[in-house]
């Protein structure tokens, strides 16, 4: 199993609010964490940093060698209440730092299954042959209102307040991420992005790009961020991905 992760901070932004790791478990499997910072001043680099930082501790100290899925479940859970817990602390104790939040997207591969655990509209999908699947659903102010039939998927990508989030980590004493599993088999193919990149790839395009380099994960995400910086890179953009 490969795993590679980059971010970059776009074509307009000053800084780059989004952060990202990844690593391999010693007997098999891949854990990727993506966060996508906001708050004024250093508050989002802090928030996406400190969330990060957090959760690859968790998550490389928790795990355990032949871990029972119930158990991952809950090691990630655990790992994304503390990086809630660790952004929230540090806002609580530094006036400037007030309101910084973040995204999380943390996807473990392990024993033929992936978790993922979100919040905010960082995304995963989900390669299995010639299909991609968007695997989280945005917490965000637009994808409400496409569940309520109100925005089309289309509409909502252009909306003019598509960057409301209704999840985040760090702002809340508690955060109520989603967490889901799928099958995942030799072959299969998963992807862990920001919103930077989301807003000008879509998901024919990501297809595209993972079977042309689908031998090459570290040259993927680098060329999936390149054509989104260079479609215009109004946001900072970050992706990962697992290739099993
Ligand atoms: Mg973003």
Not at 30 to 58: H, L
Request: overall charge negative; some cysteine.
């Amino acid at each position: 199993m490969r795993v590679d992760c980059s971010t970059d901070v776009g074509a307009v932004r000053a800084s780059n609010q989004d952060a990202c790791d990844c690593g391999t478990f010693p007997d098999g499997g891949a854990w990727i964490v993506v966060c996508d910072g906001m708050g004024g001043a250093n508050g989002g680099n802090v928030a996406s940093s400190v969330a990060v930082k957090t959760i690859r501790d968790i998550i490389s100290s928790g795990f355990c060698q032949g871990m029972d899925p119930e158990s991952v479940k809950q090691l990630m859970l655990d790992a994304v209440d503390l990086g809630n817990e660790a952004v929230f602390e540090m806002a609580r104790g530094n006036e400037a730092l007030w309101g910084m939040g973040t995204t999380v997207a943390l996807v473990v591969v392990y024993g033929g299954l992936l978790h993922v655990v979100h919040a905010g509209d960082s995304r995963a999908y989900l390669k299995k042959d010639n299909t991609l699947e968007q695997i989280t659903m945005d917490h965000s102010y637009v994808q409400d209102l496409v569940n309520l039939g109100h925005l089309t998927p289309e509409q909502a990508k252009v909306h003019p307040q598509r960057n409301i989030i209704t999840r985040v980590l760090g702002v809340h004493p508690d955060v109520l991420p989603d967490y889901s599993r799928f099958d995942f088999a030799p072959g299969d193919m998963a992807l862990v992005c920001t919103d930077g990149l989301t807003g000008y790839a879509d998901e024919h395009l990501i297809l595209e790009y993972m079977d042309r380099y689908e031998n090459d994960g570290a040259r993927l995400v680098k060329e999936l961020i390149r054509y989104a910086v260079e479609s215009g890179g109004s946001d900072n953009v970050t992706a990962a991905v697992i290739a099993g």
